[in-house]
């Protein structure tokens, strides 16, 4: 049936009562929580396996083609495995876990688990990461150390380059001129309906740093975390220009952490199997069926190769 959605199978994946159903749902939840960078895209249920995807930049006419991406599981093993695997109980200094405890842990450390995998996996037999779908042939062949030219299953083609603004794996100092050249690029590609989406997505340390910068050029920022509803946003988010800013920890570090500008409207993520809990005599398991999807990859881009300024600016406060 073509319309279920995906809160149909949250409901039909966690009936029950059992402490693995609810550990389950648990997940769930921290994978939508502010604190989580799945929290940011919509996530939809896997209907089909072809998706449409544009195969042209502005300001050409639009051109679709369709693809099949394969669908991969989630591991934390870094293998080809497809769950993550826990003991059936552990102690703290000989003194037993509780049963609830212990669930409440693994739960936290699968979650984290899928972050770190959506910023840094490399592996074709995981579920994409941001840097595998947000690169491009220029990053490619002047980055060491950058990603496949491979991209579900398909040989990348210019259409398939988001914007990325690199300096061939030098490091170069933070500045807001970096970050408007990544803006403008991006800009350019953008649909106008694509306006309200857009976000950026940074580590902590660049997000710091950022803000304190901003404190220099009060016209480019909005910066009151103390106005932020905390259930609705990360303690540190601002607005550069109109523009989010989320900090997250696993971002990949060149110097400073990577900065990318998504436009949510063309990334999603997209499952077949939400995270599920299963018991055995000799371990307990979870298991997660998704993929990130990226219908259209211009109108994204990528900011890396940073490192802090020589010389700080002087912040008053």
Same mark, same amino acid.
């Given at each position: 049936? !073509?319309?279920?959605?995906?809160?149909?199978?949250?409901?039909?994946?966690?009936?029950?009562?059992?402490?693995?159903?609810?550990?389950?749902?648990?997940i769930w939840d921290l994978l939508n929580r502010p604190d989580h960078v799945f929290?940011?895209? %919509?996530?939809?249920?896997?209907?089909?396996?072809?998706?449409?995807?544009?195969?042209?930049?502005?300001? %050409?006419?639009v051109r679709t083609a369709t693809y099949k991406p394969t669908l991969k599981a989630?591991?934390?093993?870094?293998?080809?495995?497809?769950?993550?695997?826990?003991?059936?109980?552990? %102690?703290?200094?000989?003194?037993?876990?509780?049963?609830?405890?212990?669930?409440?842990?693994?739960?936290?450390?699968?979650?984290?688990?899928?972050?770190?995998?959506?910023?840094?996996? !490399?592996?074709?037999?995981?579920?994409?990461?941001?840097?595998?779908?947000?690169?491009?042939?220029?990053?490619?062949?002047?980055?060491?150390?950058?990603?496949?030219?491979?991209?579900?299953?398909?040989?990348?083609?210019?259409?398939?380059?988001?914007?990325?603004?690199?300096?061939?794996?030098?490091?170069?100092?933070?500045?807001? !001129?970096?970050?408007?050249?990544?803006?403008?690029?991006?800009?350019?590609?953008r649909l106008l309906s694509d306006r309200d989406t857009v976000i950026f997505i940074?580590?902590?340390?660049?997000?710091?740093?950022?803000?304190?910068?901003?404190?220099?050029?009060?016209?480019?920022?909005?910066?009151?975390?103390?106005?932020?509803?905390?259930?609705?946003?990360?303690?540190?988010?601002?607005?550069?220009?109109?523009?989010?800013?989320?900090?997250?920890?696993?971002?990949?570090?060149?110097?400073?952490?990577?900065?990318?500008?998504?436009?949510?409207?063309?990334?999603?993520?997209?499952?077949?199997?939400?995270?599920?809990?299963?018991?055995?005599?000799?371990?307990?398991?979870?298991?997660?069926?998704?993929?990130?999807?990226?219908?259209?990859?211009?109108?994204?881009?990528?900011?890396? %190769?940073?490192?802090?300024?020589?010389?700080?600016?002087?912040? !008053?406060?």
């Amino acid at each position: 049936m !073509t319309d279920r959605t995906i809160e149909d199978l949250v409901r039909e994946t966690y009936t029950g009562d059992s402490l693995e159903t609810k550990t389950g749902h648990e997940i769930w939840d921290l994978l939508n929580r502010p604190d989580h960078v799945f929290s940011r895209f %919509d996530k939809v249920l896997w209907i089909r396996d072809a998706f449409r995807v544009v195969t042209t930049a502005a300001p %050409d006419p639009v051109r679709t083609a369709t693809y099949k991406p394969t669908l991969k599981a989630a591991t934390s093993t870094r293998s080809k495995g497809v769950v993550r695997e826990y003991p059936l109980e552990y %102690d703290v200094e000989g003194e037993p876990v509780t049963p609830e405890d212990h669930y409440k842990f693994i739960a936290a450390d699968f979650a984290r688990e899928l972050q770190k995998i959506f910023f840094t996996n !490399t592996s074709l037999a995981q579920p994409l990461s941001i840097e595998q779908v947000l690169t491009a042939e220029t990053e490619i062949n002047n980055c060491p150390g950058s990603f496949s030219k491979e991209l579900y299953h398909l040989k990348r083609a210019p259409w398939m380059d988001a914007y990325v603004n690199h300096n061939s794996g030098k490091q170069r100092e933070f500045s807001l !001129t970096l970050v408007d050249e990544l803006s403008m690029a991006v800009k350019e590609q953008r649909l106008l309906s694509d306006r309200d989406t857009v976000i950026f997505i940074t580590g902590h340390d660049t997000a710091e740093m950022w803000a304190n910068i901003g404190h220099e050029f009060d016209m480019y920022f909005e910066y009151h975390p103390q106005e932020l509803d905390p259930t609705e946003n990360p303690a540190h988010m601002f607005l550069y220009k109109g523009v989010p800013v989320f900090p997250y920890v696993d971002v990949i570090k060149d110097g400073l952490s990577r900065i990318y500008l998504i436009s949510c409207a063309h990334f999603f993520i997209k499952f077949s199997q939400l995270p599920i809990v299963q018991r055995f005599p000799d371990k307990i398991s979870i298991s997660a069926h998704y993929e990130i999807i990226c219908p259209r990859f211009v109108g994204h881009g990528k900011l890396r %190769d940073l490192c802090a300024p020589a010389t700080p600016l002087l912040v !008053t406060h």
